[in-house]
């Protein structure tokens, strides 16, 4: 059990469009899920920290426009990328935090690596 | 604020040998400890974990890690490297009493030469 999805996997696109990447809990609820962004063999930089139903807390250098954090439903969060610019171009990991308990395990999506030209 | 510190980029290890990839961690509570397994282009898969009880923990694919507590150190550690373990390593802390999120590491690259 305790399986998080991401889609896409890959994305390609233009610069100046938007991005939307979803996090899916496929078997548990999750009221908190966490966004990180990953450089090349770097580590897992946090972006934001969603809770269902209230607003992202944004960490602190991330544009809140830029990077848009829904949390609409106890499985689902998404991220969406407004006006991609290369810079962009990231691997992007999801995690979902199991019940409503801050000490309960964060399980990690298998990540979506986005390319903008 | 909570920390966690991965002294190594590159750790290379014989196939067969013994390996151990590093990491210590700063807190101001009780840690809970985490180490994480990524391979190119994949998600984080969880290892193994500290929150208490033995110092020592085992975890998946045969490896386990020592809680030093006066160290503040949590080193991974596996008896005897495939090749397939080639991947790279992160360490992670919750502090107890934030209870919020992880920190990671900055990560280990971990090569085990045939």
């Known amino acids: 059990g305790a399986v998080v999805s991401q889609h896409p996997s890959r994305v390609i696109c233009k610069s100046g469009t938007s991005v939307k990447i979803e996090c899916r809990s496929l078997?548990?609820?999750?009221?908190?899920m966490f966004w990180y962004r990953q450089f090349p063999k770097k580590s897992l930089m946090l972006m934001a920290t969603?809770?269902?139903?209230?607003?992202?807390?944004?960490e602190q250098g991330v544009e809140k426009d830029k990077f848009l954090i829904n949390h609409a439903s106890l499985t689902l969060s998404t991220l969406t990328v407004t006006s991609a610019h290369p810079e962009d171009s990231s691997f992007y990991i999801c995690?979902?935090?199991?019940?409503?308990?801050?000490?309960?395990?964060?399980?990690f999506g298998p990540g979506t690596r986005l390319t903008v030209l | 604020a909570q920390s966690v510190a991965q002294p190594e980029d590159q750790v290379n290890v014989a196939e067969g040998n013994p390996l151990t990839v590093k990491c210590t961690y700063s807190?101001?509570?009780?840690?809970?400890l985490f180490w994480y397994v990524q391979y190119p282009n994949r998600g984080l898969q969880f290892l193994l974990k500290?929150?208490?009880?033995?110092?020592l923990v085992k975890g998946s694919y045969g490896f386990e890690a020592e809680f030093n507590k006066s160290q503040t150190s949590f080193h991974l550690k596996k008896p005897s490297a495939l090749v397939s373990d080639s991947a790279l390593y992160f360490c992670?802390?919750?502090?107890?009493?934030?209870?919020?999120?992880?920190?990671f590491g900055s990560g280990t690259q971990l090569t085990v030469l045939p």
């Open positions: 969603s809770n269902e139903g209230s607003k992202a807390t944004y």
């Open positions: 807190v101001s509570g009780n840690p809970y």
């Open positions: 995690s979902a935090r199991r019940g409503a308990s801050s000490y309960n395990e964060q399980f």
């Open positions: 500290y929150i208490t009880g033995d110092n």
């Open positions: 992670a802390v919750r502090d107890s009493g934030s209870a919020r999120q992880l920190t």
């Open positions: 078997d548990f609820q999750a009221t908190t």
